[in-house]
DNA sequence: CCAGACGTTGTT
DNA sequence: GTCTGG
DNA sequence: CCAGACGTTGTT
DNA sequence: GTCTGG
């Protein structure tokens, strides 16, 4: 059995920003300056409204973090992470079928009942600036913070579904993030299940938010993200945790192994 | 036919 | 809503 | 991933 | 120890 000693060594956060770990944890910040920083990333045609950054929020409380939806591409739109499908037929199966829709596999997104109606003509982006993921040794995990050189905000594609609820009349609308085959620097992290999230650079967004794409469009466009241009460096475990608040600063330090993992960034 | 599911991740 | 398992 | 359970009988 | 639920 491996054990990796850990020896925390905080530094200044390089930026600030929020997150989105992809699978069941994470989105992050805020302060006024992400605020700015992702007007600024966005430029005057976009919208912020509701805006709402974090350090970290996980899948599992199905928080709102910031979206782009086909319908209104320039608006920031807060948007519930965990999928409901249009059938869903009360709150008691939807709060259900939620828990089980956080990702979404593009190799069978067409296929699959509760992603098939929303990949066609509901797809939407997730804005996040990194998101965590987790390598193994032996029985212990080592989390990654995963992130674009100078903090640049990017998005992970994902679909979305409009849900009203017949006893109340109110409407949800929620998404799941879109997974893929891990390119070569996140199948060294998740080196177990070497899987990663469809990540977009803006200049693919208006092609991934046009309602008229086909099946084929849209699967060529669901493809790992190029290697050599994510960084990446290990995290405390504080992001593991169930019951500390984890939207906290401290969940995007980085820290030094003591004994090296499999991998230094 | 009806009832029940409808999903992903992980096993160094 | 639609498919699957019994 | 972690936290928490870890069971049976009888039921519209 | 191992499975399940979130």
């Not at 805020?30 to 509701?50: A, M, W």
């Not at 998005?155 to 993030?177: K, L, N, P, Q, Y």
Request: proline share 6%.
């Amino acid at each position: 059995m491996l054990f990796i000693k850990l020896k925390a060594k905080f530094r200044q956060p390089a930026f600030l920003g929020y997150y989105c770990r992809f699978d069941f944890i994470m989105c992050y910040s805020t302060s006024t300056s992400v605020r700015k920083q992702l007007e600024e990333f966005l430029g005057p045609e976009y919208t912020l409204g509701g805006y709402e950054s974090f350090w970290a929020a996980s899948g599992f409380d199905f928080p709102a973090l910031p979206v782009l939806t086909g319908d209104k591409p320039f608006v920031v739109q807060m948007l519930q992470w965990g999928l409901i499908p249009t059938w869903a037929k009360n709150r008691e199966s939807a709060l259900q079928i939620r828990a089980k829709t956080l990702n979404a596999r593009s190799e069978t997104i067409f296929e699959t009942a509760s992603f098939r109606d929303a990949v066609s003509g509901q797809r939407c982006l997730v804005l996040v600036d990194g998101f965590f993921e987790w390598q193994h040794h032996g029985k212990t995990t080592q989390p990654y913070y995963i992130h674009l050189p100078g903090a640049t905000p990017f998005a992970i594609a994902g679909i979305h579904s409009m849900w009203t609820d017949r006893e109340t009349g109110e409407v949800t609308d929620s998404f799941s993030i879109i997974t893929t085959v891990a390119n070569k620097l996140m199948s060294d992290i998740h080196n177990l299940k070497k899987r990663m999230p469809l990540i977009l650079d803006k200049d693919q967004w208006s092609a991934w938010l046009d309602p008229a794409l086909t099946r084929e469009q849209i699967t060529a466009m669901m493809t790992p993200y190029p290697d050599g241009i994510l960084e990446a460096f290990p995290v405390s475990k504080l992001i593991s945790s169930r019951h500390k608040n984890v939207n906290v600063p401290e969940v995007q330090q980085r820290i030094d192994l003591v004994k090296p993992g499999l991998l230094e960034f």
